[in-house]
Structures are given as C-alpha cells and as structure tokens.
C-alpha cells in the first residue's frame, strides 16, 4: 500500500520541472497560499529557498486592495494583471502574473485543487509606465489649477476642452462648449475676428497676440488679450490651437509666470489619486513643508502624513458628504515625526478620466500656537499662572456636573495666606508677590494632575478636587499646610516662612451648587482663623462667620471685601 506521503511526493514531483526555469513559478492554493516556488521567485523576492513553502503571496503584496492592478493601470499584456511585491533585500518589484488552474485527476476535493502562477518580473517597463502616467496626469493637473483661462481646440475650430478658469471667467461650461464653435458661443460679429486668427494659425504654425473685446461671465464685454499657439500631432500635422486669455483690466499674469505662481506660493499644494491615494504632484512649499525631497513624494500615500487617523476619516467623511473639505484644522506630520497644524482644504476632480483630490496647505502652526497662548493668557492669574476666578468656576462647574451625573463625590477647600497684610507691610510688595507664587507652586507639588486650582484674588486661593469626599480632602489639605510652612520664602534681609489657613466642604446632594460649596468652605475657614490660624477645618452644619448675618447674604466669593487681605 501506498502512504499519503508518498501520493504527495509523486505529485510534486512535476513541479521540480520548474526549477530551472529563468522565470518565476509557484504553485499556490486559490487563497495564495504557497506549496511550491522555484528557485527563480525565491531569488526574486530575495527569501532564501524553501523559505516561500507554507507563506502566501499576500505578506508579500504592496499593490492595495485585492493585490491586482486592474486592466486600465496595467496594460502591459492583455488578461495579464500586474502585482506590487515587496523584495525583502530591496524595494517592492512589479509582476505580471498569469494563472491557470492544475488538473488533479486524482482528487476533486475544491479546496485541494491548486493554481499554477507565472510571475514575469516588469518591474522596468512598469515604473516608465507609471512616469509616463503621472507626466500626463501633471500635466492635466496643471492646466486645471492654473488661474488665468485656457481652452483647447481641435483642427476643425472647434473647442476640445477648457480650464477652470476658462469656465469661471466666460460663464461658459465645458459640457456646453464640447464640440463647438467661436460662432456658437459668441456673437456672429464678435466671432468673425477670432476665426480668421484660428484659421491663420491651422495654416501656418505660429503664435498669434491680439485684443479683443469678449463677454464674460457677468453678462458685460471685457478687453482681453488672446494669446493662441497652434500645435501638431504624432505625425506632425498641425491638430489644433491653445488659447490663453489675459483679462487687461485685471493685469492677469502672462504664462510666463504661470509656473512660478505655484513654485512660489505660499501654499502646500498636492495632487494625488483618489483610487490608491499616491501622490502624483507637489509643489516645493509641500515638499518643504513634509521635510521630504519632491522625488520621495511622488508616489508615497497622502495618508501616511496624517498625524490623526481620526482627523483623516473627518476628511474623508466631508469628500463623501460634499465632494470638498475648505478651510479645515488638520495635523500633519513631518518627515521627522514632528507635528503641525494646517488650514486643509481639498476639492475631488477628474482629469483625464482619473479621479484625484486636488489639495492646498497653509501651514497654520504658529498662529494657532499664537491663540492658544492667548486663550491660555485670559484664562490664567497673571501673577501665579494658575487659573483666574473666571476659568475656574468654569472648570469647577463641568466636574461638578459630573459628579452629580455620576454619583460621585467631589470636595472644595478655600486657602488664606495668614497675616498677609503684616507681610506686604513688611517685606514690600514684590516680595509678598513672590510669596503668593510660591503657595501657587507648593499647592502644585502636592494636587493631583487633574484637581483644579484657582486664585479668587489677593492670598485667597480655591480648590476642587473630583472624586474625593470632605475627609478624604482633608488628608490633601494638611500636607499642603505642612508643605506650605515648610517653604523659606526670600525676603531683602532673610527668608521667612509663612503659615495657611484651610476650610473644606464636601458635595451635599444632587442639587448643591459650587457657590454653595465655596460658601461652606469659606465659613470652615473662618473658623480655622477663629481658632488661631495654621489649621485644617472641615465644614460642619450650624457654623456661622463671625461677620453680621447680613455680610452672608451673598455667598462670600462674590463679595470683593473679603479679597482685599485685610485682617487676615
């Protein structure tokens, strides 16, 4: 009796036949998975022999999406797709592949049955191809973004095509022109003198400039000057004319300059397929702004200089919705890693039957840098850096909200510098400024990241701590007591230390109210001052301030008198 082994031995036996061909074979499972590689695809893709056996093609595919190039993006050989495959020694190279499923007479089980591919490396041909692409493509490209009107037509006088801002300008569409002539779109007076230029010009090569009065997309004549140029074909007959308009009433630039315009702006502007997102253009602002060289650009993925992948399906998300993206906030990231912000915008055009997205990028870094300084500067005490009574209320309302959505607990403690007045009079000014951001700092050292720390004014300070109850914050409170006299505070003559007085309440129920809070911390604080100062107090129902009852009918956070230090 036969073992399996040797069934499988004596079919694979042919397939040796293929080891000394110069081309590359496998054969693989319909799913790509590899049973047998020549020696030639081995070489080929660089991996040591029998190092393919038992791998599939596709760790090794870069094409995207199915692993084939379609017929339109490979014509090299009719019902032969081109695949991208990564070279472990070097850069991917371009197959052509061709499959045909191996008989088995001796098995009918379908996923057993194997597939023969024969990959011819075209990797050459393919790349000039691709040049040859993307130089159309450029050139297609350039002639729709450029600014000033351009149209083309054909030897019978009739348009080919046109710009954009050929359509902008005149009011004509280029559906509408296809086909036509200057008689269709012009008055018949008016259209007698481009005509005989157009003639002129399919007769004898040339260029021609003249002025002409042309109406324009407002309904109203315009005086332009005509430049046409004629053009011939493969076999060098004349085919057509080019015609590009200047606006004199609005000095547009001449050609001359055209290209200049987009080697100088200001503006990162890229060009890349919407099928696989490869790059086909960029102009040297774009490539500054990647740090990358135009060469390395050209034919990588737009994706890949995303910072966010969130921020990108934002972007694809609008191109889906509306066709453009204007004016968005997006990071890209710079061929060094290092991140910045730009105004994106983005509009889908199709240019020679290919749909690209036609990008611009205004690098927004530093004014965005710029405005959160400034929104950070009117959010800030400007003598401690720590937030000023406005944002902290703000900020201390959103996690109070939390915490009744949450049913968790969060507390409150109100901190007084003692005897700040007595400092002031004593040391100067200056120095008791210094010693108010020194209690900012070792208030700092001691909260956690994300407790929230503001100055209501003179040596009062405020803090909310999430998640913690009033005996929790207690425990916080006395080590920034302790570390607050601790502190030897510079003074002219010798340093000094300072002392702090601290009043605590804790969240009271789902409808307590941050002022409430504050109000009870306030109240805890004054009988720590009561008591003697330097101490930790805990709010407790029935306290009372020491001040007449009618000084509480506001909650003292709003009353300016208890900010001016006096007394304390």
């Given amino acids: 009796m036969i073992s399996q082994d040797g069934v499988n031995g004596a079919r694979r036996e042919p397939w040796r036949a293929f080891d000394v061909l110069p081309v590359c074979v496998c054969v693989t499972t319909p799913s790509g998975g590899i049973r047998y590689a020549n020696p030639?695809?081995?070489?080929?893709?660089?991996?040591?022999?029998?190092?393919?056996?038992?791998?599939?093609?596709?760790?090794?595919?870069?094409?995207?999406?199915?692993?084939?190039?379609?017929?339109?993006?490979?014509?090299?050989?009719?019902?032969?797709?081109?695949?991208?495959?990564?070279?472990?020694?070097?850069?991917?190279?371009?197959?052509?592949?061709?499959?045909?499923?191996?008989?088995?007479?001796a098995d009918d089980d379908r996923d057993e049955r194997l597939e023969l591919r024969v990959l011819t490396d075209v990797d050459d041909l393919r790349r000039r191809e691709i040049a040859l692409e993307n130089r159309a493509l450029l050139q297609s490209t350039l002639f729709e973004v450029l600014p000033i009107p351009v149209f083309i037509k054909d030897a019978r006088g009739q348009f080919s095509d046109c710009n954009g801002a050929f359509e902008r300008y005149t009011g004509l569409k280029r559906a509408d022109i296809l086909q036509k002539t200057t008689f269709a779109v012009m008055d018949p007076g008016a259209a007698k003198a481009h005509v005989a230029h157009d003639r002129r010009l399919l007769i004898e090569a040339g260029v021609s400039h003249y002025e002409e009065a042309v109406p324009v997309a407002d309904g109203n004549l315009r005086l332009v000057n005509l430049t046409k140029v004629s053009y011939r074909d493969s076999q060098g007959n004349l085919d057509g004319i080019i015609g590009v308009v200047h606006d004199l009433t609005d000095a547009q630039p001449n050609e001359a300059r055209l290209e200049a315009i987009l080697e100088q702006s200001p503006i990162g502007v890229s060009v890349?397929?919407?099928?696989?997102?490869?790059?086909?253009?960029v102009n040297t602002r774009f490539s500054e702004l990647i740090g990358l060289s135009r060469d390395s650009l050209i034919g990588s993925r737009a994706r890949d200089y995303y910072l966010d992948n969130h921020q990108r399906e934002r972007v694809l998300e609008r191109l889906r919705g509306g066709g453009s993206v204007v004016n968005m906030e997006v990071q890209f990231k710079k061929a060094d890693g290092s991140p910045f912000w730009t105004?994106?915008?983005?509009?889908?055009?199709?240019?020679?039957?290919?749909?690209?997205?036609?990008?611009?990028?205004y690098d927004y870094t530093e004014r965005r840098n710029m405005e959160e300084a400034l929104r950070?500067?009117?959010?800030?005490?400007?003598?401690?850096?720590?937030?000023?009574?406005r944002s902290f209320m703000e900020l201390a309302r959103?996690?109070?909200?939390?915490?009744?959505?949450?049913?968790?607990?969060?507390?409150?403690f109100v901190l007084d510098v003692d005897h700040f007045k007595r400092i002031n009079d004593t040391y100067g000014h200056a120095t008791g400024d210094d010693a108010l951001r020194m209690v900012a700092g070792g208030c700092q050292a001691i909260l956690r990241e994300y407790d929230i720390l503001g100055r209501l004014g003179g040596e009062e300070f405020v803090v909310v701590l999430p998640g913690a109850t009033a005996d929790e914050t207690r425990v916080v409170a006395e080590r920034v007591r302790r570390n607050l006299a601790r502190m030897a505070i510079p003074a002219p003559d010798a340093p000094f230390h300072l002392t702090s007085s601290i009043g605590i309440a804790g969240l009271e129920g789902a409808t307590d109210t941050l002022e409430k809070a504050i109000h009870r911390a306030d109240l805890a604080l004054y009988r720590a001052k009561h008591e003697g100062r330097n101490r930790v107090v805990v709010y407790e129902p029935g306290m009372r301030s020491p001040e007449p009852v009618g000084a509480l009918a506001h909650p003292p956070l709003l009353d300016p008198a208890r900010r001016s230090g006096a007394g304390s």
């Fill in 40 to 105: 030639a695809l081995h070489a080929r893709l660089g991996v040591a022999a029998p190092g393919l056996i038992g791998r599939s093609l596709a760790e090794f595919d870069e094409t995207g999406g199915d692993g084939l190039a379609t017929d339109d993006d490979a014509p090299l050989e009719a019902g032969s797709p081109t695949r991208l495959l990564r070279v472990a020694d070097g850069p991917a190279r371009w197959f052509a592949e061709s499959v045909r499923a191996l008989d088995d007479d």
């Fill in 272 to 281: 890349s397929r919407r099928d696989d997102g490869r790059i086909v253009f």
């Fill in 343 to 361: 105004l994106f915008t983005v509009n889908q055009a199709v240019i020679q039957g290919v749909a690209v997205n036609l990008a611009w990028i």
């Fill in 376 to 389: 950070d500067m009117a959010s800030r005490d400007p003598l401690t850096g720590i937030y000023n009574r």
């Fill in 398 to 412: 959103q996690q109070l909200a939390r915490a009744h959505r949450f049913h968790e607990p969060l507390a409150v």
